[in-house]
C-alpha cells in the first residue's frame, strides 16, 4: 500500500510539473514572455503561486522546460539505442543532433527574441549530462565512472558551445538574434573535437576485452 501511496504521488507530481510548463508555454505564445507572470502560469495549470516555486524558480524556467521536455531522457536512450558496431563518437553526435533540431518555429522564436530565455535555454544543456553520463558507462561497459562522467561534461560543454553560437547576437541588428549557420553543423564541428577522446575511450574498453 505504501509503494502504491508513493507511486500515485509522484504520478500527481509529473502531471503538475507538465500542466505547469505547458501553461507556461501556452501563455508565452499567446502573450509574449514578457507578459506573463507566474500568478498567471499558476492559475492556468489550477494551483497557487507557491506551489508553482516548489517546481520552477522563474517563469523561463518553466517555458524552457516544456519546450526542452524529456529530451535528457530521450537522448540517454538514443545513444544506449544505438547499434553496438556504431562508433561512440557517432552514436552521440547523431542522437543529439536528432534531439536538438527538432524544436517548432514558434518556439525558436520565442527564444531568440528573448535574451532571459536564451539563457535559459543554454542552462537547459546542464540537463542532458548525468543521463548522457549512464549512457556512455553502459556503451563502454565496466569501466571507471570517471570516465563516463568526464566525457559526458565535455559533450554537454561542446553542445552549449554550440548553441551559443547559433544563438549569439548579430553585431548591426540591435541586439536581435539571428541563428547564424546551420545548428546541426554546429553541433557536429563542436562535437569533431571530442571524437578522439571517445574512440580512445572505446579503444580501452576493446584491449580490456
Same mark, same amino acid.
Given at each position: 500500500?505504501?509503494? #502504491? #501511496?508513493?507511486?500515485?504521488?509522484? &504520478?500527481?507530481?509529473?502531471?503538475?510539473?507538465?500542466?505547469?510548463?505547458?501553461?507556461?508555454?501556452?501563455?508565452?505564445?499567446?502573450?509574449?514572455?514578457?507578459? $506573463?507572470? %507566474? !500568478?498567471?502560469?499558476?492559475?492556468?495549470?489550477? *494551483?497557487?503561486? #507557491?506551489?508553482?516555486?516548489?517546481?520552477?524558480?522563474?517563469?523561463? &524556467?518553466?517555458?524552457?522546460? +516544456?519546450?526542452?521536455?524529456?529530451? &535528457?531522457?530521450?537522448?540517454?536512450?538514443? $545513444?544506449?539505442?544505438?547499434?553496438?558496431?556504431?562508433?561512440?563518437?557517432?552514436?552521440?553526435?547523431?542522437?543529439? *543532433?536528432? &534531439?536538438?533540431?527538432?524544436?517548432?518555429?514558434?518556439?525558436?522564436?520565442?527564444? @531568440? @527574441?528573448?535574451?532571459?530565455? =536564451?539563457?535559459?535555454?543554454?542552462?537547459?544543456?546542464? +540537463?542532458?549530462? !548525468?543521463?548522457?553520463?549512464?549512457?556512455?558507462?553502459?556503451?563502454?561497459?565496466?569501466? !571507471?565512472?570517471? @570516465?563516463?562522467? *568526464?566525457? +559526458?561534461?565535455?559533450?554537454? +560543454?561542446? %553542445?552549449?558551445?554550440?548553441? =551559443?553560437?547559433?544563438?549569439?547576437?548579430?553585431?548591426?541588428?540591435?541586439?536581435? $538574434?539571428?541563428?547564424?549557420?546551420?545548428?546541426?553543423?554546429?553541433? =557536429?564541428?563542436?562535437?569533431? *573535437?571530442?571524437?578522439?577522446?571517445?574512440?580512445?575511450?572505446?579503444?580501452?574498453?576493446?584491449?580490456?576485452?
Amino acid at each position: 500500500m505504501t509503494t #502504491r #501511496r508513493t507511486g500515485l504521488r509522484e &504520478q500527481k507530481k509529473q502531471a503538475t510539473e507538465r500542466a505547469l510548463r505547458e501553461a507556461a508555454l501556452r501563455l508565452a505564445l499567446e502573450r509574449g514572455p514578457d507578459n $506573463v507572470r %507566474v !500568478d498567471d502560469i499558476a492559475q492556468a495549470a489550477g *494551483v497557487s503561486p #507557491r506551489t508553482y516555486n516548489n517546481y520552477f524558480s522563474s517563469r523561463e &524556467q518553466a517555458i524552457i522546460a +516544456a519546450i526542452t521536455a524529456q529530451r &535528457q531522457t530521450r537522448l540517454a536512450e538514443s $545513444v544506449t539505442g544505438r547499434p553496438d558496431g556504431i562508433r561512440l563518437a557517432e552514436a552521440i553526435t547523431d542522437s543529439i *543532433v536528432e &534531439q536538438y533540431t527538432g524544436t517548432g518555429h514558434d518556439e525558436i522564436t520565442l527564444i @531568440t @527574441t528573448s535574451p532571459a530565455l =536564451r539563457e535559459a535555454f543554454l542552462h537547459a544543456t546542464t +540537463a542532458i549530462e !548525468d543521463p548522457l553520463a549512464t549512457a556512455i558507462a553502459h556503451r563502454l561497459g565496466d569501466t !571507471d565512472p570517471a @570516465t563516463a562522467a *568526464v566525457l +559526458a561534461a565535455a559533450i554537454t +560543454a561542446a %553542445v552549449r558551445t554550440a548553441l =551559443r553560437r547559433w544563438l549569439q547576437p548579430a553585431p548591426t541588428a540591435g541586439g536581435l $538574434v539571428i541563428p547564424t549557420g546551420a545548428l546541426p553543423n554546429l553541433l =557536429r564541428t563542436a562535437l569533431e *573535437v571530442l571524437a578522439p577522446a571517445l574512440d580512445a575511450a572505446e579503444e580501452h574498453r576493446r584491449q580490456r576485452r
